[in-house]
Each structure stands twice: as C-alpha cells, then as structure tokens.
DNA sequence: GTACGTCGACCTCTGGGGAT
DNA sequence: ATCCCCAGAGGTCGACGTAC
C-alpha cells in the first residue's frame, strides 16, 4: 500500500516535470515561429522568386543543422538546375515524431471519446505536431498511425520477440501500452472513467495499472497467444512491463489542444 | 549480392453514423 | 430505406537499411 502511494507520488511529479518540458518546448516552437518568419521576410525580400513551402519550422531546422526533422532538398523536372527548389518533408519519421504523433493520437481519442462528435481529429493532430516544430499533414498524420499499428500487429501476431533495445521500432512499448490501456479502459469504463476529468481518469488508470501488475505477478504465463487488441497481457510483455509508462492516455503529457 | 526487416504510400473494403 | 462520408483495417508494392 506504501509502496503505491509511493509509486503514484513519483507518477504525480514525473507528470509535473513532463508538463513543465512542454511549456519549454512551446515557448521554443514560438520562437522557432518568430525567427522564421522574419528570416522568410529578409529571404523573399532577397529572392523573390523562390518557392518556400510553409514549412518555416523545418526550414529553421535544417539552417541549424538539426537532426529532426529531416529535411532535404527534392530536385523536380520544373527545378532541376535547383535554382527553384521546395523542401518535402523527409519521408521517414524519426523517433521524436513517432512519440508525439502516438501521444497527440493518444490524447485527442480521449478527448473525442468524451466529447462525442470526432471533429477533424487528424487535422488537429496535425497542427499539434506543428506546434511541436513537426510539418506533417493531417493525411500523413493519418497514414503513419495507420502503417504503424499495422506493422504493430502484425510483428505481433507473427509472435516475433525483439529485443528491448532493437533500433527498429522504438514505438513498440508506447504502442503497447496504449493498446494495453484502451482494452483497460473499455473494461473500467461500465463503472468509471467517463465522466471523470483526465487526471481523474488517470488517476484510475494507474490504480488498474497498479492492480494489474499485481494480479499478472500472481498469475501465471499462460496466454501464448492472445490477440494484441483484445488481451493486455499478451505474451513477450511480461519481461518488460515494469518498464511501461502510461503515456498513451496520459493526460500529464500536456499535449492537449488549448 | 542477397535476404530480410522496416516503413511509406496507395488502394480497396467495411462498418458506423448522419442526411435525405 | 437509401445514400454519402469518414475512419479504420487490411493488402500490396517499392524503397531503404542492415546483416550475412
């Protein structure tokens, strides 16, 4: 009983400390936002001409020779002497994009959940990945989430086992655990849960996380192969589930759309 | 070079929900 | 009841990176 109260105060403070990151990370997608904006005015008062895409915080980051994300110059039949070039999003998502899109995706779900009507749900993931300084259309938004559970449950039905640290697919665990807390979810949610403000809700949500870690160490491997969706105690979580975090359905990832 | 894993992109199909 | 729209699932193909 200590130990979970501990366990929820360390929760409490890491969502403190994770709220006071974002604030950071706003305040520096700000002024990512001013200091393009002035550098597209002095670059199009000095090449009128040119085609910028209204990608401004991408293009700040490549002029910092940043890693993420990645852009580069595309080459096109109309630009080919690269005079006149746009700059395309980098087709592959890096890890720091992937983690925002499942935790925008995570946040927006439940709050349409709540709200009833789905609005224009990707639109909004969208323009939060923007504010996080990541240039993704609501379509590509749309695609990535869907390739990635995809593949997601794909390798799990395959019953494939990676190896915690794989380079691939570093999304699996939040994957994880938001399947794991959706099914988690529709089980509490004929008792609790709607109706509750987020941190109310996530505050049942840890104590079913807590009471579930409790009655998996009591119970025994016998569920080889349960379906990802449907069980969250599916087979090859059980050697890193103590390292879960909730972060899909976590309200303390500040990522809530003012 | 080849096999394999991973991923992006595009497509089709299906089911749910609203409008008529 | 029917139509339409949308989200999601699933399939497929090709590109890319890596291990062998």
Known sequence: MAREEAWKMQELDR??????????????????????LSFLQKFSEQAGSVQISNNPINLVQVAENQTVPVEKPVKT????????FVY??????????????????????????????KGPLW???????????????????????????KYFKRVKENNKRRAEDSKTCPYFHLLDALYKEKTRKVDNSVNIGYGLKPEELL?????????????DQATTENDE???????QDDDGEKEDEDNYRIVGNDPSSGIIME
């Not at 969502?15 to 393009?36: G, H, N, Y």
Request: aromatic share 4%; with cysteine; net charge negative.
């Open 15 to 36: 969502i403190k400390t994770e709220r006071e990151l974002l604030a950071q990370e706003r305040s520096i997608a700000a002024a990512k936002d001013a200091a393009v």
């Open 203 to 215: 505050m049942h949500m840890m104590d079913g996380q807590g009471e579930q870690e409790r009655a």
């Open 225 to 231: 192969n349960e379906n990802v969706g449907q069980n």
């Open 88 to 117: 395309m999003s980098s087709s592959r998502w890096p890890k720091e994009e992937i983690e925002a899109l499942i935790r925008l995706r995570s946040n927006l779900d439940m709050q349409y959940q709540e709200n009833g009507p």
């Open 123 to 149: 639109e909004e993931i969208s323009a939060g990945m923007k504010r996080l300084g990541f240039d993704r259309s609501a379509k590509r938004c749309k695609e990535k989430w869907e390739n990635m559970n």
């Open 77 to 84: 039949p109309e630009n080919s002497s690269m005079d006149n």
